[in-house]
């Protein structure tokens, strides 16, 4: 099915982001188990797995809608070095993409792609529901009870 390059244009942006959102998750995941935050490392590792799902959706899409997937441009990566600077850093990529759901959504809508802006919504309330609100919901821990008792509650006992 021939699809609309301005609709094409936007899926790409949207992967470049999903594919970028990969790589960080993945190195928070690394980072935070050599912290010895077993987990918040199982989570990351569960997002970076997510998102790659996001993306696969995202190039099926394109696939269908006969353009070309871009797996060459990603957004630069928001890497934090303490762990509250990754939990903000992962929660500033998930309000970007929401955005850029909701950019891409009433796109389609202008231009009469219902199955393209069904997909979205599914991404948007994924993203939104289950990522962003995680991360909300640790940043608001870490200033209830403090950093270092939250750090002290994502260890794990290691097998």
Not at 50 to 66: C, S, V
């Amino acid at each position: 099915m021939k699809g609309n390059v301005n609709i094409i244009s936007a899926l790409n942006r949207l992967l470049a982001n999903e594919l970028s959102a990969i790589d960080q998750y993945f190195i928070h995941a690394e980072l935070y188990l050599d912290m010895g935050l077993n987990k918040l490392h199982e989570h990351s590792t569960h997002e970076s797995a997510h998102e790659k799902l996001h993306a696969t959706e995202l190039i099926q899409r394109i696939l269908f809608l006969e353009g070309q997937p871009d797996l060459e441009t990603r957004d630069t990566l928001l890497v934090g070095s303490t762990v509250e600077e990754m939990l903000h850093n992962d929660l500033t990529v998930e309000y970007k993409v929401a955005d850029m759901l909701r950019e891409t959504m009433a796109l389609c809508e202008r231009e009469q792609d219902f199955g393209t802006r069904r997909m979205l919504g599914v991404l948007l309330e994924d993203t939104e529901m289950d990522h962003a609100y995680f991360l909300e919901r640790q940043l608001s821990l870490i200033k209830l009870i403090g950093v270092e008792n939250y750090m002290q509650s994502q260890m794990a006992a290691q097998a």
